[in-house]
């Protein structure tokens, strides 16, 4: 038996997912075989598609560090298209205080980690 904590993150997990279908996000998936995605792919998704609100709930259900990691590894991985928008999660998130460098930072040493490996 889950305890309620598990119980209520487990419905805001599954509440963001539906957020996120009926923004029709997954347009590439077939649903009809996907329950559920990966926490590192729901923390991505809400940060690109959804509200702050929604963005909130995440540090909620999910420890700050692994919705850290995620945001760096998979969404300021992706570069200059959204550069803007990584500043400021940077800042309003994660307390940078440089945001930009941060950024480029985080951004150039995902780019490493994938030409090394």
Partial sequence: ?????????ENVRK?????????????????????TISDELLIEYVFLYLDIDDINL?????????????????VVAQGEM?????????WYYF??????????AMATRQMNKRFVA
């Fill in 1 to 9: 038996m889950l305890s309620l904590q598990a119980e209520m993150n």
């Fill in 15 to 35: 509440e963001l997912f539906r957020k996120l279908k009926k923004e029709n996000c997954f347009w590439s998936y077939d649903m009809s075989k996907m329950k």
């Fill in 58 to 74: 995440l540090f909620k259900i999910f420890p700050y560090k692994k919705v850290k990691k995620a945001w760096i590894e998979n």
């Fill in 82 to 90: 959204y550069y803007v928008l990584n500043k400021f999660f940077a």
């Fill in 95 to 104: 307390h940078a205080k440089k945001p930009g460098a941060y950024v480029k």
